[in-house]
């Protein structure tokens, strides 16, 4: 099947395609529309930039062109489920972009991160379909804010990434909300067993579409190692950038952590070069903002982690860095699928140091090839970057005690006399007291006169004896009752 039209889908839409530049389909997208089309369930094996949100967006539209009428308010005639907002995002933009002018198409995102009053309004109205991520949706259902009960097409897009974020109970609980009288959808880069178990729940005789195997690339991608030490990769980085027969105009750069991708976007910045971040502690706003001054291309790098892997859909990347290798090998399928889209080429570079080595060999297992390496790992930072000198700690602040840093001893200001052993001050002291008090008797009563070691002057005299006994308030009252009867 070379055209659009030869899979079954409407005239109007298929002419909306041709005016938006769409006019061969892909692989899968061969196989999977003329299935949907009949109403069959479709299990989507594809690597990432082959066309799925068109396999399964297209027969919607068709399906939503043959209804008559508005949708019920606070429903949705097709609901399509993202694991991440980058990706719902790309979604509801080429879905508008598939229908054009062919029909008058409402749709609404429903995702976290921004406030979901808007969101509640655009629901209330009725929509024809729901672009979202899991949690958000399952908060609204719960709050009673939309219904499922007429929905009639329901997709799961990147289900296994879906799975490994912990959204299969909230996935589970919106399937059961639609109920069983639907056409359902799922399309995963890969078949992890976790999948295959929630097809088995999901899915009634799902028709399997595998357009390529599983952990496979795009051909088109170049794909290379460079080696060197962890301290040597922000000069290894530069010389890429700076390279005029590397050719890097727009480029994204892969972090394994959060702080990562800010610290790869600092030293950037230091170096000369305009670079965003992207990754889960930025804002929905500021998420959005990067991806618009990337895709616009006043910004020309953007520095990502995996979270972004699956939701940045830019025409024209040119370049993928992996300046770290990813945990799971997976992601390295997914993040490098960001360039060679839609038929294009495109180059990836891995920067691997010496703890990195175990991660390559999962990569190059999965995608069942060996990678062409270069560069050297006990390069440490000889690439001409000079790292900022690192600062003494101020003497006012010494830090914390421990067995290299003890406290330190403070001077000793008593005096020679002060700092005799205490034994022979205590004995001198003692001696003098013993001569110095001598007991006296005075009217019966023992007296202790303690006189001055050096003059022999008294000191004054203490009374030892049986002290004088106070009298209680009983006493008093009784005492002044007789003195009152007396007088």
Not at 187 to 199: G, I, N, Q, R
């Amino acid at each position: 099947m070379s055209d659009f039209t030869s899979l079954g889908l409407p005239a109007s839409l298929v002419q909306s395609l041709t005016a938006g530049g769409f006019t061969e389909p892909t692989k899968i997208q061969a196989h999977a529309i003329p299935k949907l089309l009949e109403g069959r369930d479709v299990l989507g094996i594809a690597q990432t930039g082959s066309g799925k949100t068109a396999a399964f967006g297209l027969p919607i539209l068709a399906g939503i062109m043959d209804l008559t009428g508005r949708p019920r308010p606070m429903t949705t005639r097709a609901l399509i489920l993202a694991p991440t907002r980058e990706l719902a995002v790309q979604i509801d933009e080429n879905i508008r972009k598939f229908a054009g002018g062919a029909m008058q198409l409402n749709t609404v995102l429903v995702l976290g991160g921004v406030s979901r009053n808007a969101q509640v309004q655009k629901l209330a109205r009725g929509v024809d379909i729901v672009v979202a991520t899991p949690g958000r949706l399952k908060d609204l259902l719960d709050d009673g804010k939309i219904r499922l009960n007429e929905t009639r097409w329901l997709v799961l897009d990147e289900a296994d990434r879906m799975l490994d974020m912990g959204f299969i109970a909230p996935v589970k609980h919106i399937a059961k909300a639609i109920g069983p009288r639907r056409q359902t959808m799922l399309f995963s880069a890969t078949m992890a067993p976790a999948v295959e178990d929630l097809c088995k729940g999901l899915l009634k005789e799902p028709v399997r579409v595998e357009a390529t195997p599983q952990g496979s690339t795009v051909v088109k991608i170049d794909q290379r190692v460079i080696l060197s030490g962890s301290k040597a990769k922000r000069g290894v980085l530069n010389e890429l950038l700076a390279s005029e027969t590397e050719g890097m105009e727009r480029v994204i750069i892969f972090a394994r952590t959060k702080h990562g991708a800010d610290r790869v976007t600092k030293s950037l910045a230091i170096d000369g070069h305009k670079a965003m971040a992207i990754h889960g502690n930025k804002s929905q706003n500021a998420r959005q903002a990067a991806l618009k001054g990337f895709a616009s291309g006043q910004v020309r790098i953007l520095v990502a982690t995996d979270i972004a892997a699956r939701g940045i859909d830019v025409q024209g990347i040119t370049h993928v860095v992996n300046y770290d290798l990813p945990d799971d090998p997976e992601n390295y399928v997914h993040r490098i699928g960001r360039t060679g889209r839609n038929g294009a080429s495109g180059i990836a570079i891995t920067l691997c140091d010496g703890t990195e080595t175990g991660k390559l060999r999962d990569v190059e297992r999965l995608i069942r090839r060996t990678l062409p390496v270069s560069g050297d790992l006990h390069l440490t930072n000889e690439t001409g970057v000079q790292e900022a000198p690192k600062t003494a700690r101020p003497a006012s602040r010494p830090g914390p005690r421990s067995a290299r840093n003890p406290k330190p001893a403070f001077a000793d200001r008593r005096s020679p006399a002060e700092r005799r052993p205490f034994a022979d001050f205590a004995k001198e002291v003692g001696g003098r007291s013993q001569q110095a008090e001598t007991p006296q008797r005075v009217d019966g009563q023992v007296n202790r006169v303690r006189r001055d070691p050096d003059t022999g002057k008294p000191m004054g005299v203490k009374p030892i004896g049986k002290p004088k006994q106070r009298w209680g308030k009983n006493q008093k009252d009784a005492a002044r009752v007789t003195h009152t009867a007396r007088a």
